[in-house]
């Protein structure tokens, strides 16, 4: 069997067209992934909605509303703190050693900071459906720098030998192949497991219209307000005079002639042929518009600065943000990790129990009493020290070795200690309330004398009758 070049994007675009000369129908076998046909749309000049409007990554990034969902996710991601954690018993610590952590917290590599390369990489994953940072080793393996790729210039391809899967990615011109445990890959729904949709191209419609209703205002108002018409004349016009008149009219629109009195000639009238914004619902469908959008990248409308609808989720403002941080932020954190425990932990690191983590505490706290109350409950059941407490607070105050300690009522117990039977005393003590002091426990009992009965009593005090 003879192996199929790799074909580029433009070899898929000329057989889309029905370019001649290409490859026969039997020959052709379609683009390698999904990513190849986004490429194509990307190549002639976006996915063309129906409103008529061509959409890439590129043009929906202007759009208010993406801006803001990139930034909502992104900003999180890029600024709690990463950690490099160990198994020590029942529970993780922080690994302060470890040459990751230096270029996971602070420098990934020479030219950005740590908030910089993820705040990248979560915004080309958020915008082309993947996120890809190339991971820079020693020959030992040791890794030694984080370096994003551009996605728009990137792909998983097959390898030259067709064995195996590659990524692909063009720098200046020049093809660089690395193999998949070499790039950390974030992504989200995919339609073959290896390479994430663009939410862009897939929702095309959605950001069409939005971007058609943002164009349309901005035409509107530069229109000084006024829908579109014709100008009718009395007489018939020669194609000079028409051309004449336009341009005049058009001199006359826009901002800067805003308010001022026009002046129609030899008998001409204004007709208006469009429908006016307010009866084509122009403000609904831009606010419309912007829930699709929010609704697209899970993100809360109040988020985005919309207060049009109040929010039944949670008893406020503070629920909907725990909300979004575990249904939305979380996610991704989830991605992140999985992807950097697999690809920057040597094997025998791994068999170690090293892992990344992403400290999400401070985002998930809820309100001053809600964490008191919290606080109390594990100090009172001996599961959290005071130095612990103020940690989760961020509270730089130390208490010493005392405040390490934790503490119970001194009137609970376990279980299995109030159904045992009561230790017995040691040696010459007494427990309370079982004899006179100085008494020797291990002494027999004393007899127990019956009490006399009520009719036999009498009380010592009484007078005595004298016998008869």
Not at 59 to 74: D, E, G, H
Not at 173 to 179: F, I, N, P, S
Request: glycine letters at 8%.
């Amino acid at each position: 069997m003879t192996a199929l070049r790799r074909l580029t994007r433009w070899d898929h675009f000329k057989q889309a067209v029905g370019w001649p000369g290409v490859l026969s129908a039997a020959t052709y076998s379609g683009p390698i992934s999904l990513q190849s046909d986004e490429s194509v749309l990307r190549f002639i000049g976006g996915n063309k909605s129906a409103t008529g409007v061509a959409i890439t990554e590129h043009t929906a990034v202007n759009l208010p509303a993406v801006w803001a969902c990139i930034n909502r996710i992104s900003n999180p991601l890029a600024g709690v703190p990463i950690r490099v954690m160990k198994p020590a018993g029942n529970r993780q610590v922080e690994v302060t050693d470890h040459p990751l952590v230096d270029l996971l917290r602070i420098r990934p590599n020479e030219r950005m900071s740590s908030r910089a390369l993820r705040k990248f990489a979560m915004g080309q994953a958020l915008l082309w459906g993947n996120g890809l940072i190339e991971i820079e080793r020693k020959a030992s393996g040791e890794v030694i720098g984080l370096w994003p790729w551009l996605t728009c210039d990137s792909e998983i391809a097959v390898s030259k030998d067709r064995s195996r899967l590659q990524f692909l990615t063009r720098i200046d011109g020049r093809e660089e192949r690395r193999e998949l445990d070499q790039v950390i890959h974030l992504m989200d729904i995919s339609a073959d497991a290896h390479w994430g949709m663009s939410p862009i191209q897939r929702a095309a419609e959605a950001f069409g219209l939005a971007i058609a209703t943002q164009t349309f205002g901005a035409k509107f108002f530069a229109n000084d307000a006024k829908s579109g018409g014709f100008l009718m004349h009395p007489a018939k016009l020669g194609p000079t005079a028409t051309k004449n008149i336009e341009e005049s009219f058009r001199s006359e629109a826009g901002l800067k002639n805003a308010g001022k009195v026009r002046v129609l000639e030899e008998g001409m009238k204004f007709i208006d042929t469009q429908i006016p914004p307010e009866a084509a619902q122009f403000l609904g469908t831009r606010q419309f518009q912007l829930a699709e959008i929010a609704r697209i990248y899970d993100v809360p409308l109040i988020l985005l600065q919309s207060t049009e609808n109040t929010t039944a989720w949670g008893t406020g403002i503070e629920q909907l943000m725990i909300g979004f941080i575990r249904n939305t932020v979380k996610p991704w954190c989830d991605a992140w990790e999985q992807e950097m425990n697999w690809k920057l932990f040597t094997q025998a690191e791994r068999k170690q129990g090293l892992v990344v983590r992403f400290n999400l505490n401070g985002l998930l706290r809820g309100d001053t009493a809600a964490r008191a109350q919290f606080y109390t409950a594990l100090f009172n059941m001996g599961a959290a020290s005071p130095n612990w407490i103020l940690s989760k607070e961020d509270e730089d105050i130390d208490l010493g070795e005392d405040g390490d300690k934790t503490f119970i009522p001194s009137s609970m117990q376990t279980l299995e200690n109030a159904a045992a039977a009561p230790p017995a005393p040691p040696p010459g003590s007494m427990p309370p309330g079982a004899g006179a002091p100085g008494e020797d426990p291990a002494a027999p009992p004393k007899k127990l004398v019956p009490v006399k009965k009520a009719a036999d009593w009498v009380h010592p005090n009484a007078p005595r009758r004298k016998p008869s």
